[in-house]
């Protein structure tokens, strides 16, 4: 079966940064499209950033211009790098993948197949 892995959470200031990581196994065929949710406490699962096959990325707009998503297909490693982190950032982290073609929005998460048990994000102000 599908194997995804978060790694990288942690606890830092406001103002700081982390590097989230997700290796995937246990697959033979492509994986057409890769992304990162969040989901705080009382909250629903959001989506933060999607990328295709061919490295096309989508972000939400409360993350724009702080977080970059990407990927090292050799590796198997979807990467989520968050700069100037804010307090409402704090959730617990999840990476996805879906490799059917098609689909719609790549921030729905009903658009992904496969999830990772996540990662702690906590955000101090």
């Known amino acids: 079966q599908v194997r995804l892995v978060e790694s990288g959470g942690g606890s830092v200031q406001a103002g700081g940064s982390l590097r989230l990581s997700c290796a995937a196994s246990?697959?033979?065929?492509?994986?057409?499209?890769l992304g990162w949710f969040r989901q705080a406490l009382g909250k629903s699962r959001e989506g933060v950033a999607g990328?295709?096959?061919?490295?096309?990325?989508t972000y939400a707009d409360s993350v724009k211009g702080r977080f970059t998503i990407s990927k090292d297909t050799p590796k198997n490693t979807l990467y989520l790098q968050m700069n100037s982190l804010k307090p409402e950032d704090t959730a617990m982290y999840y990476c996805?993948?879906?490799?059917?073609?098609?689909?719609?929005?790549?921030?729905?998460?009903?658009?992904?197949?496969?999830w990772g048990q996540g990662t702690q994000v906590t955000v101090s102000s």
């Open positions: 246990g697959y033979t065929g492509s994986i057409r499209y």
């Open positions: 990328i295709d096959s061919l490295g096309s990325t």
């Open positions: 996805a993948a879906r490799f059917k073609y098609g689909g719609s929005w790549p921030l729905s998460p009903e658009m992904y197949n496969y």
